[in-house]
């Protein structure tokens, strides 16, 4: 449940870095958003990982297939739109 939580977070900041983009320029600047969001989504999903290894007791080969989970499906619907608007 908790990694389904923080996806959908993820999702969130997409749709946040996208609003941000049309009011500050349109189209122009879909690429910078989406440019910006995969840099602070890896940040952050790396951070949750980070946790689940020092804090939770898990491994790294544990979380990181919950980190690739986490990490992938924001980042790649967001090249995927950022592809389909070009």
Same mark, same amino acid.
């Given at each position: ?9 993820? &999702?969130?900041? &997409? #749709? ?8 500050? $320029?349109? #189209?122009? *600047?879909?690429?910078? =958003?989406?440019?910006?969001?995969? *840099?602070?989504?890896?940040?952050? #999903? ?5 946790? $689940?290894? =020092?804090?939770?007791?898990? @491994?790294? *080969? ?14 790649? *619907? =967001? ?6 608007? @070009?």
């Amino acid at each position: 449940m908790r990694t389904m939580i923080i996806i959908l977070g993820g &999702f969130l900041l &997409f #749709a946040v870095c996208i609003g941000t983009a049309r009011l500050l $320029g349109g #189209a122009a *600047t879909m690429g910078i =958003a989406v440019k910006v969001f995969i *840099t602070i989504w890896l940040v952050l #999903a790396g951070i949750n990982m980070w946790v $689940g290894v =020092a804090q939770a007791g898990y @491994s790294v *080969t544990e979380e990181l297939p919950i980190f690739l989970l986490i990490f992938s499906l924001p980042a790649a *619907t =967001a090249l995927f739109i950022w592809w389909k608007s @070009s």
